[in-house]
């Protein structure tokens, strides 16, 4: 039986040569969250429609909802009940959970790599669009990215260790995950290839590994699964209606190759930080500063398996959408791939070299000034520039002078009654209703279903009825239509988007008032 005062002494000394390195990693990913939160924050005068149906939908604490399951809304919920609904907070979140991702991401590395390796393979990895661009976005994609990467890291251990901590932890993240976004069926697919792959199967502690780790996934994800029945399945529809055939053979292939083509672009900060260190090697090369021989790649020191893991665990869930799109012939989403890319920061392991302190110093100075460029960019793209251009963004959509304009328009006909309902969709409901002091709550597209957070009574205090065709370039549904029949009160207010060359936003405004047994109107 080993000594378990080796073995303490073991975690300690591997504690002390990791915490220098993990320093710098938290250092990183917090200034990383402040400057692509506060530049958005700065930049941005309305949050992306995805971040604004989370704000909508954090008005309650649901199992589920008639488009999604339901974790991005709980974490948005738990934030909002601490800082209200800023838009810039869905900025934050997006890091926030880029960042716990890439901890993950480090966490992995430290398994089978150095710290200061994996540090570098986190840090080329960061500059994807996933893990910075887009992660200002807050929806269901990069919510999912630290519950997959979670699910990765467990796994391997799981797989490696045998732990029957591990295996229980791998099923609750893997059931995270998959109420997150039913996409992580993909991921675990991947693990199933790497699990035939390796013939792990063939290990009996394994297979009750398995168990163990399904039993927690199903105990994670059963109250959704009873939501799911109550609700007649619902998440299920929509994630069905999403995927759209597509008729022809050719036009498959081709919107695979503009689905590949789309990724490409999307990891290109990434292949530039590469070529900028392959370049740095070179030229340390040839003038005689880096002595180490190129054949001591970082990937040499790997394992067999250890390689195999990060190759099959990498590749396969790109590879297998791709398969399974072409076979089936439906269309492919972009974002689909935000999860797919999680582990493509070692690959530079196969032709990386040389001291690791001065590879790690590099690779820091190159992707911290990708990164500066990038948020700089986008932050200046999405505000000034997007502004005085007059183009027609979410991110220069005047929601507070609009929300201000209806609230107005409320207190002169409602007055002493706060306007706490906003039927409407949920960008232009949720643009007004964010800025509601206390915050309102929106009745989507005047849908009972898609707005669970409104229970009896909470129209006795009347409501905002709100469309615009400028905004949703659509008629009002029937349901708002008939809400806006019904109202008292009716006019239009008219805002332009941005400057005077930018489009017209024309709103129809209609009041239900409030009825007799309105607490709000007897105070």
């Known amino acids: 039986m080993a000594d378990p005062t080796v073995a303490v002494n073991d975690a300690i000394a591997l504690e002390k040569k990791t915490w220098p390195v ?25 949050p992306d429609l995805d971040n604004m149906e989370e704000l ?70 960061s500059v994807t669009a996933y893990f910075s661009v887009r992660a200002t976005v807050y929806n269901h994609n990069s919510v999912q990215l630290w519950s997959i990467v979670a699910s990765t890291w467990l796994f391997y251990r799981a797989l490696r260790y045998g732990k029957t901590s591990d295996w229980l932890w791998l099923g609750a993240a893997c059931g995270m995950a998959f109420i997150t976004k039913y996409s992580a069926l993909i991921q675990f697919a991947a693990f199933f290839v790497f699990f ?63 689905f590949a083509t789309t990724q490409l672009g999307r990891l290109a900060p990434m292949f530039v930080a590469w070529l900028a260190l392959l ?42 959408t791709v398969l399974v799109s072409g076979a089936l012939g439906t269309a492919l989403g972009a974002s689909w791939a935000s999860t797919f890319f999680v582990l493509f920061g070692f690959y530079v392991f196969w032709w990386l070299y040389g001291d690791e302190a001065v590879q790690l110093r590099r690779t820091a100075i190159v992707v911290i000034v990708i990164h500066v460029l990038m948020a700089c960019g986008y932050a200046l793209g999405r505000g000034p520039l997007g502004y005085y251009t007059g183009r027609k963004t979410d991110s220069t959509f005047p929601g507070v002078a609009i929300s201000e304009e209806m609230q107005a328009v409320w207190r002169e006909h409602v007055p002493g009654v706060p306007l706490t309902l906003v039927a409407s969709d949920t960008w232009l409901g949720g643009n007004i209703a964010v800025h509601v002091k206390p915050a309102a709550n929106v009745f989507i597209d005047g849908s009972l279903k898609e707005s669970p957070w409104l229970k009896a009574g909470a129209m006795k205090c009347g409501m905002l009825v709100a469309y615009s065709k400028t905004t949703n370039g659509n008629a009002p549904g029937p349901r708002i239509k008939k809400l806006y029949d019904q109202a008292v009160f009716k006019g239009v207010v008219q805002q332009r988007w941005s400057t005077a060359k930018s489009p017209l936003i024309v709103i129809d405004w209609g009041i239900i008032a409030p009825e007799a047994g309105c607490r709000a109107a007897a105070r």
């Open 22 to 46: 993990k320093f710098y990693v938290l250092l990183f990913l917090i200034g990383m969250v402040a400057l692509w939160s506060i530049l958005c924050g700065i930049s941005h005068k309305s």
């Open 196 to 258: 035939i792959r390796q013939k792990h199967y063939r290990q009996a502690g394994v297979c009750k590994g398995v168990l163990w780790a399904l039993l927690t996934f199903l105990v994670v994800i059963s109250p959704h699964v009873y939501w799911l029945f109550q609700h007649s399945f619902e998440p299920l529809y929509y994630a069905d209606e999403s995927i759209k055939p597509i008729e022809a053979n050719f036009s498959s292939l081709n919107d695979i190759w503009g």
């Open 279 to 320: 370049y740095w090697d070179r030229r340390g090369k040839a003038a005689g500063h880096d002595a180490v021989p190129e054949t001591s790649r970082y990937a040499a020191s790997l394992s067999a398996w250890d390689r195999s893991f990060l190759l099959i665990v990498g590749f396969s869930p790109f590879v297998l």
């Open 56 to 125: 909508v939908w954090a008005s309650s604490f649901e199992w589920g909802y008639y488009k999604h399951p339901p974790v991005p809304a709980w974490f948005m919920y738990g934030l909002t009940s601490l800082f209200g609904k800023p838009i810039w907070l869905t900025f934050f979140a997006g890091q926030l959970f880029s960042a716990i991702a890439l901890w993950f991401v480090w966490l992995l590395g430290c398994e089978f790599t150095t710290p200061r390796r994996a540090f570098i393979a986190v840090l080329l990895v």
